[in-house]
């Protein structure tokens, strides 16, 4: 039962990037999905979920406009659609679940499953 990440990379300012987060060995039926990122030296923080209940998507104001999640249940994978990139966008990203389907407020401690990271590196 593991996450898998995977999109990241080195993009220039204003560029785009697609994330790609995917479960294996279970499916997100019954989960919240969210994506986080941390950059160096700061605290890991909540960028956008998707909420299971409702299906409503959660955008932090600071992407919001410019990230999108999305999810395809067929193939077990959430997305992050990331445009207009920006130097303050250089982060590890994280995607992880909520077993209480919520997803909101973005909480660390709600979420039990991370993935393991892809980088995002945005140069200016």
């Known amino acids: 039962v593991r996450l898998v990440e995977s999109g990241g990379g080195l993009v220039q300012a204003g560029g785009s990037l697609t994330l790609s987060c995917t479960a294996s060995g279970f499916s997100f039926d019954d989960y919240a999905v969210g994506w986080f990122r941390q950059a160096p030296g700061k605290e890991r923080e909540g960028v956008a979920s998707f909420n299971n209940r409702d299906n409503t998507l959660y955008h932090a104001p600071s992407v919001k406009g410019r990230f999108y999640i999305s999810r395809d249940d067929a193939k077990k994978t959430v997305y992050l659609r990331m445009n207009n990139l920006k130097a303050g966008d250089t982060a590890v990203y994280y995607c992880?679940?909520?077993?209480?389907?919520?997803?909101?407020?973005?909480?660390?401690?709600?979420?039990?499953?991370w993935g393991q990271g892809t980088q995002v590196t945005v140069s200016s």
């Open positions: 992880a679940t909520d077993i209480t389907g919520w997803g909101t407020p973005m909480l660390l401690s709600r979420y039990d499953n």
